[in-house]
């Protein structure tokens, strides 16, 4: 018997999921979360074969929670309607077993936890493209990765100067070259930008 906890924050799609999976002769879902934390305290009392884990959770997201579990005896699965090569890579990096988009049949969910039981790992094929069609390295130095990091804090640019020992006018210089770098017109567009790419350490 499979044992599986599913981690996904909105309530139906977790109840669908969990219900058409038990329907299976060879799997019972042991745990379902609502949430990251969730999913990591659930993980660590049942002890499951598998935990399909969606990206974007309250409290704690997938990806922090698949790389919390690296070391757990628990194959993750990412399943979720982001095909971003920022998550991906990180996905990559934490060792997830399988990444596979919600649009795909549950048949196919159904084969992959298999497969992946089996020691295979399954990506789904969009994402290999873009992961080759798009750079994933990140263009800012590790000071601008710093300045952007306490600017997504809510930080303003004095506090930032302070905290970095920095004139405000080099902070400032430091978020122009920022925005040049990751091509957006704002600091809130450069946060998203670095967040959907994964770079956010």
Not at 75 to 91: D, P, Q, S
Request: charge should be negative; include cysteine.
């Amino acid at each position: 018997m499979i044992r599986i906890v599913i981690a996904e924050d909105q309530g139906m799609m977790l109840g669908a999921l969990g219900s058409l999976l038990n329907m299976e002769d060879d799997m019972q879902v042991v745990g379902m979360a609502r949430n990251g934390e969730e999913a990591v305290q659930l993980v660590k009392e049942h002890k499951p074969d598998v935990c399909i884990m969606d990206i974007e959770m309250p409290v704690k997201t997938g990806l922090d929670a698949a790389e919390e579990l690296m070391e757990m005896d628990c194959k993750i699965v990412i399943l979720t309607t982001f095909a971003r090569a920022g998550y991906f890579e990180r996905a990559r990096k934490a060792k997830v077993r399988g990444y596979l988009l919600k649009d795909s049949p549950i048949e196919e969910l159904v084969n992959s936890i298999h497969a992946i039981q089996d020691g295979r790992r399954i990506y789904a094929p969009e994402l290999v493209d873009i992961a080759y069609e798009e750079t994933s390295e990140n263009p800012l130095t590790d000071r601008e990765s710093q300045v952007l990091g306490l600017v997504a804090e809510g930080k303003t640019t004095k506090e930032i100067a302070g905290e970095l020992y920095l004139t405000p006018g080099t902070v400032r210089n430091y978020i122009s070259t920022i925005l040049e770098k990751l091509e957006v017109g704002n600091r809130i567009e450069a946060i998203s930008r670095f967040k959907e790419k994964g770079w956010f350490k």
